[in-house]
Nanobody, 126 residues
Framework: QVQLVESGGGLVQAGDSLRLSCAAS????????MGWFRQAPGKEREFVAV????????FYADAVKGRFTISRDNAKITVYLQMNVLRPEDAAVYYC???????????????????WGQGTQVTVSS
């Protein structure tokens, strides 16, 4: 079974930084695009960031571009999300995902990710 385990969520103040980690249980996922979606209460789930399997390309939501950085360590089958200058609107449950989007635009759609983590809560106080 494939399992994605997120960690690193927590409560921070606006302007602070946080780093999320997601470790995969199956080595095959080294060949999968991996990234993050998030969902705030009362809102639709939205794309945050994704990195290709070999780390050569990254994709970011406009809302986080310039503040968040995604990276991966395929030796550890782990993806990271460094979140800087956090804002109250960044508060959400963050979900780690893995999948096989085959076109650039497909990276933004949750329908292309068949593996999902349990989610980790990020809370940002103002």
């Amino acid at each position: 079974q494939v399992q994605l385990v997120e960690s690193g969520g927590g409560l921070v103040q606006a302007g602070d930084s946080l780093r999320l980690s997601c470790a995969a249980s199956v080595g095959t996922l080294r060949m999968y695009a991996m990234g993050w979606f998030r969902q705030a209460p009362g809102k639709e789930r939205e794309f945050v960031a994704v990195i290709t399997w070999n780390g050569t390309r990254t994709f970011y939501a406009d809302a986080v571009k310039g503040r968040f950085t995604i990276s991966r360590d395929n030796a550890k089958i782990t993806v990271y999300l460094q979140m800087n200058v956090l804002r109250p609107e960044d508060a959400a449950v963050y979900y780690c995902v893995a999948g096989t989007p085959y076109t650039p635009s497909a990276h933004y759609s949750e329908s292309n990710y068949n593996y999902w983590g349990q989610g980790t809560q990020v809370t940002v106080s103002s």
